[in-house]
Every structure is written in C-alpha cells, then in structure tokens.
C-alpha cells in the first residue's frame, strides 16, 4: 500500500468511527431531549444527526478530486445553517408554549456527550493531510464539545432557579455556533488553495 493509499484509509476508518459516535449521540440525547422537555438537548442531538450526515459526506469525499470535496464541505456548511434555523424555530416555540427542562438529565447526558466529542476531536486531529472535510469534521466535533458545555451549565441553572429559560438560551447559542461553524466552512471551501497555503505559511 502506497502511502497515500495508507493516509486515505485511516482517514476513512477514523470518519466511519466518529460518524457511528455521533449517530449513537443523536439517538441517546433526542430520546434525553424528549424525556427532560429540554431544547437544548434536543438542539445537540439534531446538531449530531447533521454531523452525521456530514461525517458520511467526509468519508467519501476521501481520495476524490479538490473540486469535489469542495462541493462536499459546502454541503456540510449549508446543513449547519439549516440546523441553526430549526434549532431557534423550536426554541421560540417552546418560549411560546413553556417548556419544564430536568436539569440532572441535562448535565448527565452532556457529560457524556462531552466526552465523546472529545474522543473524536482527539481522532481527528490525529489524522494525517490538509483537507477541507477533515477542517470540517474537526470544526463540527470542537462545537459539540462546546455545546455539551454550555448544557452542563444550563442544566445547572435550571436545578438552582428552577426556571426554563437557560435551557432556551443555550439552544440559541448551540445554533448560533451551529452557524458560525456554517459560515467559517463555507469560506473555507470558497478559497482558493493557494491562498489558503499562503495563510497558513504567513500564520506559522
């Protein structure tokens, strides 16, 4: 095996690994989501379930052309953008109609949440080759890890006010990071590989 055949197929054995991480994700905190009344929850799992789709499309966007998996990461941004607008959608609607969050089931399972995120974060940094998919799925995996976060803070404010509302405002903030991480992968894929190189030698 050449090595680049060697470097394209951990890239691929590592995406097949975080994309199953991330679809059980959206299983156990949709399901917590729905049980706990909690937006935020729900809002990470939905967020999972994208970057599911996004990791699938990493995974075979590995060893294709640069025009390619181009197209791919612009896909993956615009999902992040769609996510973004479900998310604010139902935290309005839950503001409207009044929600009662459980603040313990919110910090258990972003605990875990979080320690997931950062076994794939880990993962993927390991990973070998400048690649638009691979910024990505490592910009994807660093906000999950933020948002599991914010929940575990939410949750705690929840417990102490016994209030719904920081459970609202962290589902704001997971799509507002949901978007940012829509925009910045969408510039990304829209630079030319060259100035991208240039950057990054004027960076370093």
Same mark, same amino acid.
């Given at each position: 095996?050449?090595? +680049?055949?060697?470097?394209? +197929? ?5 995406? #097949?690994?975080? *994309? &199953? *991480?991330?679809? #059980? !994700? ?9 049980? $706990? @009344?909690?937006?935020?929850? #729900? %809002? ?6 994208? @970057?599911?789709?996004?990791? !699938? /499309? ?6 294709? $052309? *640069?025009a390619w998996k181009r197209r791919a990461a612009r896909v993956s941004g615009?999902?992040? =953008?769609?996510? $973004? &607008? ?15 969050? /459980?603040?313990?089931?919110? /910090?258990? =399972? $972003? ?6 995120? *950062?076994?794939?974060?880990?993962? =993927?940094?390991? =990973? ?7 910024? &990505? %799925?490592?910009?994807? +995996? ?21 209030? +719904? ?19 910045? /992968? ?14 990054? @030698?004027?960076?370093?």
């Amino acid at each position: 095996m050449t090595g +680049s055949a060697h470097v394209e +197929s951990r890239q691929r054995r590592t995406l #097949l690994i975080v *994309l &199953a *991480l991330n679809a #059980l !994700l959206f299983v156990g905190l949709g399901l917590g989501g729905l049980v $706990a @009344d909690s937006s935020a929850l #729900l %809002a990470n799992a939905v967020d999972n379930a994208s @970057d599911s789709v996004v990791y !699938l /499309i990493s995974f075979l966007a590995v060893g294709r $052309a *640069l025009a390619w998996k181009r197209r791919a990461a612009r896909v993956s941004g615009v999902l992040l =953008l769609v996510f $973004a &607008a479900g998310v604010l959608l139902d935290a309005g609607r839950r503001w409207w109609f009044g929600a009662e969050p /459980i603040g313990w089931t919110m /910090i258990g =399972l $972003a605990v875990v949440a979080a320690a997931v995120n *950062l076994v794939c974060l880990h993962l =993927l940094r390991r =990973l070998e080759g400048d690649d638009v998919n691979l910024r &990505a %799925a490592e910009t994807f +995996s660093f906000n999950d890890f933020a948002s599991n976060g914010g929940i575990i803070v939410a949750g705690g404010l929840v417990l102490w006010l016994g209030q +719904s509302w920081p459970d609202l405002v962290v589902g704001v903030l997971v799509a507002g990071v949901a978007a940012k991480g829509g925009l910045e /992968i969408l510039e990304d894929a829209g630079k030319d590989p060259e100035a991208r190189r240039e950057t990054s @030698d004027g960076e370093a």
